[in-house]
């Protein structure tokens, strides 16, 4: 079952009931099936005027599923629309899973386009614009995610790590949990990062909200501008320079010698020491760089695995399998290996 599957009325029933008013669905297709999620565009008639909104079908055998907690996610959006980072208007959240199947989440439709950063339409568009506003907007709105804290927003409850390494020593721990629940056999290269990790932790200098996917790819495009950023699932409380080394990932520019396809990585840096009114370490920079690395390589064993074990059909996942020499590649290019 999925969004495209339930019957008209039962919709019509449950969404009318969150509303508080009677409405009648008009038109409904698919915005996109991520690596994660089903995301569909239901068009209402909500008293003679039509009202868009999105549907996210949360899959439990989707890719790094045991990190993500959809009501969490919910509650994060709504403590963001109190903040200057745009985010699609928060709707409900429904745990019953007898509409869809899943449990789902709907929010405001936020005109704008997501582009696919590595296909060559969206590399072409994003090296075009990342000199203009949208490079712009796509530092400054990065640097207004990590601003935020507990006590700026109501985002206590996703955890607040204390001071000093805490936060990162956490996440190598969660990146070695991760890894045993997906290799099937050893994994030397990826197995010496993590050691790698462990042996050159950083100290956070500063603790803010983390996006956990901060890329081109999750993020609404219109009107030369940023209009919002999307797919939170992976939000936390912890160092900024998560999210900045995550941008920085070899696995974010394939080839291009432009970070998120976007602006050489030195600009994306200056622009948003700019904005976030703090220098960047270089060197904490590659410890994140390293990690997400690492971490890329560990979810595209996680790939191979649903598909093996029958989890997902998804072709994709079964291509990104195929593609480990690669990444395990890119993992040793970060470690220097010679």
Request: proline fraction near 7%.
């Amino acid at each position: 079952m999925g969004i495209l599957d339930a019957p008209p009325q039962a919709i019509e029933e449950r969404f009318g009931r969150q509303l508080g008013r009677p409405v009648r669905l008009v038109e409904r297709k698919l915005a996109g099936e991520g690596l994660s999620d089903e995301t569909g565009v239901l068009v209402l008639d909500d008293d003679g005027e039509l009202r868009k909104v999105v549907v996210r079908l949360f899959r439990p055998g989707a890719m790094a599923r045991h990190e993500v907690d959809p009501r969490r996610l919910h509650r994060l959006l709504v403590a963001l629309t109190a903040t200057p980072v745009p985010v699609p208007q928060p709707l409900w959240f429904d745990a019953d899973r007898s509409l869809f199947g899943e449990s789902y989440s709907v929010v405001a439709w936020v005109p704008g386009i997501a582009v696919v950063p590595w296909s060559p339409e969206g590399r072409k568009y994003l090296a075009e614009v990342g000199r203009g506003p949208i490079g712009e907007d796509f530092c400054r709105i990065l640097a207004e995610i990590h601003a935020i804290d507990q006590h700026t927003a109501d985002v206590g409850f996703l955890g607040v790590p204390p001071a000093g390494t805490a936060f990162a020593e956490a996440e190598i721990a969660r990146l070695e949990d991760y890894l045993r629940r997906v290799a099937d056999e050893p994994e030397p290269i990826i197995v010496d990062g993590l050691g790698w990790l462990r042996a050159n932790v950083p100290a956070s200098e500063r603790i803010g909200l983390v996006h956990g996917d901060y890329r081109t790819g999750n993020v609404l495009f219109g009107d030369d501008r940023v209009n919002a950023v999307i797919d939170w699932e992976f939000a936390r409380l912890g160092d900024p320079l998560y999210d900045v080394g995550w941008v920085c990932c070899p696995s974010n520019r394939v080839d291009s010698d432009l970070v998120c396809m976007i602006l050489p990585q030195e600009e994306f840096l200056a622009r948003y020491e700019r904005h976030a009114g703090c220098r960047v370490d270089r060197d904490a920079l590659h410890f994140w760089i390293t990690f997400h690395q690492v971490r890329h390589a560990v979810m595209w064993l996680d790939a191979g695995k649903k598909v093996r074990d029958g989890q997902i059909d998804d072709l994709r996942l079964a291509r990104m399998h195929y593609t480990m020499p690669t990444m395990r590649a890119m993992v040793a290019d970060c470690l220097a290996y010679t």
